[in-house]
């Protein structure tokens, strides 16, 4: 053991911007976009807080940095997928809200959409960037499986518009709720056998007989 063991450890004053966005992303998730402070984000990057400043002007393009960097790249591979995919509508559509819950669901980044509730009216330019980079696309996406579905004959005739909500919103209520309501009770609940009963409940009312 040297005598450098025993000295306090430094901050670093550079770090990549990926690391900043990770220590972003923890704390926005642990306390909410209001009582995120951008000294405490450095300090957990293990950087000065200038050198956030180098890449980051303020609190709002540090988030959208954490919806670029950790969102986006997976709603444009699930775009590529649906792109692709040849065969039945449904099983698509299984694959993607499985997919969802896999890659974002069980990770830090479920605590977006809690965060995004909560504070939307206070943050109206975070809240309309989500909106328009995460939201729109995940609906477009789920309407043009839902479409083909219909016109194929392998879905039953909706409005697509009504569909999309009643597709999504037990996953966007898991992902709420699990960084809300479930930590705060006592009866266990599996997020996977939820999604795997609302599955069948669409395959029963979605697909045409």
Not at 70 to 97: K, N, Q
Not at 186 to 193: F, L, N, S
Request: hydrophobic share 45%; glycine share 6%; charged share 25%.
């Amino acid at each position: 053991m040297s005598d450098s063991d025993f000295l306090p450890r430094k901050r670093r004053k550079e770090a990549r911007p990926s690391e900043l966005i990770a220590a972003a992303l923890d704390i926005f998730v642990e306390k909410g976009f209001a009582a995120t402070r951008l000294d405490e984000v450095a300090e957990r990057a293990g950087v000065v807080k200038g050198t956030l400043y180098r890449y980051f002007a303020n609190k709002e393009e540090l988030f959208k940095a954490v919806i670029r960097e950790g969102v986006i790249p997976l709603i444009d591979e699930a775009e590529a997928m649906v792109a692709s995919h040849a065969g039945s509508e449904f099983a698509l559509l299984e694959r993607v809200l499985l997919g969802w819950w896999q890659r974002i669901g069980t990770t830090r980044l479920s605590g977006i959409p809690k965060l995004i509730v909560a504070e939307a009216r206070n943050f109206p330019e975070v809240a309309a960037f989500y909106y328009e980079n995460v939201i729109c696309r995940g609906r477009a996406m789920l309407a043009g499986i839902l479409e083909r579905g219909m016109a194929s004959g392998e879905f039953r005739r909706c409005n697509v518009e009504h569909c999309i909500d009643v597709v999504y919103a037990p996953i966007f209520l898991l992902a709420v709720w699990q960084h809300s309501i479930f930590p705060c009770g006592e009866t266990r609940v599996d997020p996977e056998a939820i999604l795997r009963t609302h599955l069948e409940l669409l395959a029963q009312g979605l697909c045409a007989a």
